[in-house]
């Protein structure tokens, strides 16, 4: 009996959050802002691909982010250095983001001054994948360092998403991996993946279309 309610409770927390989500997400539509959480494993290499997005697109559109880690410090130092607003959101020992603090941080934001808003999420894969937080996209990077059969073992993660990056995939012959598994594991649950690597730039722009036709509303 016990353990049912706690289900339970936990069904009931999480549906509370997604109510929070869709008003933070009135919020930034509000704004007129385009919200993009990147979820993914520490190391899976999220700051570096919202890094050479926010190169690419700077010129064009105004950017924000907001930076969740345990110690979210060294992420949002790397962002700051690209001259754009940053949200620090240290989590402690919080696995994920949650929406009170993303609603918090849409605050800090002046309104009219940004188009895109990144979110880059807590690193690790699975609990963050449970809690909405109001945002347009979900984008899970994953690595191949983390193995080929990461993205087959977690299905109901990658059904969140609506796009899965394959990342670091340079590095895919010395780990003896297939990328191209790893992506066909990722569209048998998510609607678009590809194969990234910041230090080729390969699937990059592949990325930097997703976000904008995303504000342009043509996805
Ligand atoms: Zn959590």
Do not use: R
């Given at each position: 009996m016990v353990r049912n309610r706690n289900i339970w409770v936990e069904e009931d927390i999480i549906k509370l959050e997604m109510e929070a989500g869709l008003e933070n997400k009135k919020l930034l539509d509000h704004m007129g802002i385009k919200a993009f959480n990147v979820l993914g494993?520490?190391?899976?290499?999220k700051t570096s691909l919202i890094e050479a997005a926010i190169e690419k697109l700077k010129r064009d559109y105004q950017i924000a982010v907001i930076a969740g880690d345990l110690v979210a410090d060294y992420a949002s130092e790397r962002f700051k250095s690209h001259g754009i607003p940053v949200v620090t959101l240290n989590t402690g020992?919080?696995?994920?983001?949650?929406?009170?603090?993303?609603?918090?941080?849409?605050?800090?934001?002046?309104?009219?001054?940004?188009?895109i808003l990144f979110i880059e999420n807590v690193g690790n894969l699975i609990c963050p994948a449970e809690f909405y937080l109001g945002e347009h996209k979900r984008a899970i990077v994953v690595s191949v360092t983390e193995g080929e059969d990461t993205v087959a073992k977690r299905p109901v993660v990658f059904k969140t998403s609506d796009l899965v990056m394959v990342n670091k995939a340079?590095?895919?012959?010395v780990m003896d991996v297939?990328?191209?598994?790893?992506?066909?594991?990722?569209?048998?649950?998510?609607?678009?993946?590809?194969?990234?690597?910041v230090r080729t730039g390969l699937g990059i722009?592949?990325?930097?279309?997703?976000?904008?036709?995303?504000?342009?509303?043509?996805t």
């Open positions: 494993a520490v190391g899976s290499g020992k919080e696995c994920h983001l949650n929406t009170n603090q993303i609603t918090g941080a849409i605050e800090k934001l002046k309104p009219g001054t940004v188009d340079d590095l895919a012959q297939d990328p191209d598994k790893m992506v066909n594991d990722a569209l048998v649950n998510s609607p678009l993946a590809f194969k990234t690597s722009g592949q990325w930097i279309d997703f976000i904008t036709n995303t504000y342009k509303g043509k």
